[in-house]
């Protein structure tokens, strides 16, 4: 059984590592961005009581709530990756190549 948790465990902080990040700092070296937005993403998660879940709904209620709950968490994460100043990687000045 605690094979099977460590297993979990590993597996889960993998795939952690391996999403890429939405977000761009030039002035934090990239190692430390995945930790910056995991750390906002927990925040967010605190803040809002958000997770996504694959069940099936039922009722429009239920899924105007998660919308809503959806775009809080959002919301709260990308305030906490701008106060740490970053951008969003869509927005980031493209790197110019010297001649």
């Given at each position: 059984?605690?094979?099977?948790?460590?297993?979990?465990?590993?597996?889960?902080?993998?795939?952690?590592?391996?999403?890429?990040?939405?977000?761009?700092?030039?002035?934090?070296?990239?190692?430390?961005?995945?930790?910056?937005?995991?750390?906002c993403r927990?925040?967010?998660?605190?803040?809002?009581?958000?997770?996504?879940?694959?069940?099936?709904?039922?009722?429009?209620?239920?899924?105007?709530?998660?919308?809503?709950?959806?775009?809080?968490?959002?919301?709260?994460?990308?305030?906490?990756?701008?106060?740490?100043?970053?951008?969003?990687?869509?927005?980031?000045?493209?790197?110019?190549?010297?001649?």
């Amino acid at each position: 059984m605690k094979i099977a948790a460590a297993l979990i465990l590993v597996l889960s902080l993998s795939a952690c590592a391996a999403t890429s990040v939405p977000w761009s700092n030039p002035d934090v070296p990239k190692d430390q961005w995945s930790r910056d937005y995991s750390a906002c993403r927990r925040y967010a998660d605190r803040d809002v009581g958000w997770r996504e879940d694959d069940s099936a709904s039922g009722s429009p209620f239920r899924d105007y709530d998660r919308h809503q709950a959806k775009k809080r968490f959002e919301a709260a994460l990308a305030s906490c990756m701008i106060d740490r100043g970053y951008v969003p990687a869509s927005r980031a000045p493209a790197s110019r190549s010297k001649d």
